[in-house]
């Protein structure tokens, strides 16, 4: 089973910035739309973010959408989550994974990265 690992977060002031990163060992993630997740205590675990395997083309959940920017670089196989103008209620833990249709995701989760952005 292929390991996820997601890294960058922290505790960040409103209106500041993160950069994660996901990377994965036994499986190469420029072979799949990679999606970036998260989820807050007591709420289910929702998409955030996901790029396409093919063209990179990109989709983001209406609440980040203008403010986050999901990208890849093919050569290190990393796939990256850049968060700008962030919110309290985007405080949660962020996870990387394979997105499946309609719910769900291929591999098992990684431990994720907390993001914490204080009210």
């Known amino acids: 089973q292929p390991r996820l690992v997601e890294s960058g977060g922290g505790l960040v002031q409103p209106g500041g910035s993160l950069r994660l990163s996901c990377k994965a060992s036994?499986?190469?993630?420029?072979?799949?739309?990679i999606g970036w997740f998260r989820q807050a205590p007591g709420k289910e675990r929702e998409g955030v973010s996901c790029?396409?395997?093919?063209?990179?083309?990109?989709f983001y959940e209406d609440s980040v959408k203008g403010r986050f920017t999901i990208s890849r670089d093919r050569a290190s196989d990393t796939v990256y989550l850049q968060m700008n103008a962030l919110e309290p209620e985007d405080s949660a833990v962020y996870y990387c994974?394979?997105?499946?249709?309609?719910?769900?995701?291929?591999?098992?989760w990684g431990q994720g990265t907390q993001v914490t952005v204080p009210s």
């Open positions: 790029i396409s395997s093919d063209d990179d083309t990109t």
């Open positions: 036994g499986v190469g993630l420029r072979s799949y739309a």
């Open positions: 994974n394979v997105p499946l249709e309609p719910v769900g995701a291929l591999y098992d």
